[in-house]
């Protein structure tokens, strides 16, 4: 059974900070992995797609990278601000089967 | 696309009432997915459908839980004779390929809390 993990659950850090959100998998056959932004009581909106056979993706300052063999997935943010501020979750598909996710990382960006 | 819409956004009920949310996709999407997702937890995946066929579902849908897509385009879900743990925001997206790894686009979410 796949189970997704994100460390950390939590993170604060002041505006202008590069940070990265950790994502592992224990099943490396996946299909792609995706990384969500959810702000409180509200829907998910998708940030990045990353495919099995691709490296990363970059979309803005976010950059994901995906080491299938390894299990594990990395969110990059670069120059944070505070409209950063949100749960980032990651999910992975086996491609005929639901997206699992994680339990998200809480992220705050102080002015 | 007008993306995904979801129909309450908030609902509060009692315990043993019937409650249904009704979930929008976007325009020609052909799959359509319901998840759960309780505080501090991610989305739990409960179902799905490829157009009108519900193709496949969680053991979290207990026979309380019902959803249908008619005709392949909104979909609705019920839950009867709530309990205090159904109380969660439910989630619906909708995908346009066949594959179930495509990119998945959320909507607003229903929260529902039961008395």
């Known amino acids: 059974k796949q189970e997704v993990t994100q460390i950390p659950a939590a993170l604060s850090v002041p505006e202008g900070e590069n940070l990265v959100l950790n994502c592992s998998f224990t099943d490396s056959a996946i299909y792609n992995l995706q990384w969500f932004r959810q702000d409180p009581g509200k829907g998910l909106t998708s940030l990045l797609l990353i495919q099995s056979s691709q490296r990363e993706q970059t979309s803005g300052r976010l950059n994901a990278s995906l080491d299938k ?28 089967t639901p997206l699992v996710f ?10 | ?4 819409s979801q129909d309450p956004r908030h609902k509060i009920t009692k315990r043993g009432q019937n409650v249904t949310f009704r979930c929008d996709p976007i325009s020609e999407h052909n ?12 989305p739990e995946f409960l179902t799905y459908f490829q ?10 849908l207990s026979d ?3 959803a249908e897509r008619p005709k392949g385009s909104f979909s609705t879900l019920e ?37």
Do not use: H
Request: glycine share 14%; net charge positive.
């Open chain 2, 1 to 4: 696309d007008t993306g995904v």
């Open chain 2, 64 to 66: 309380r839980f019902s």
């Open chain 1, 69 to 96: 063999s390894s299990g594990r997935s990395t969110l990059y943010i670069a120059a944070s601000q505070p409209g950063d501020s949100a749960t980032y979750l990651c999910a992975v598909s086996g491609g005929n």
């Open chain 1, 102 to 111: 994680g339990k998200g990382t809480r992220l705050s960006v102080i002015a």
């Open chain 2, 79 to 115: 839950i009867q004779r709530t309990e205090q743990g159904d109380s969660a925001m439910y989630l619906c997206a909708s995908s346009r390929l066949a594959g179930m790894g495509d990119t998945q686009y959320f909507g607003p979410g229903t929260r529902l809390t039961v008395l």
């Open chain 2, 51 to 60: 157009n009108e066929a519900q193709l496949e579902k969680s053991r979290l």
């Open chain 2, 31 to 42: 799959r359509l997915y319901w998840y759960r997702q309780t505080l501090g937890q991610g």
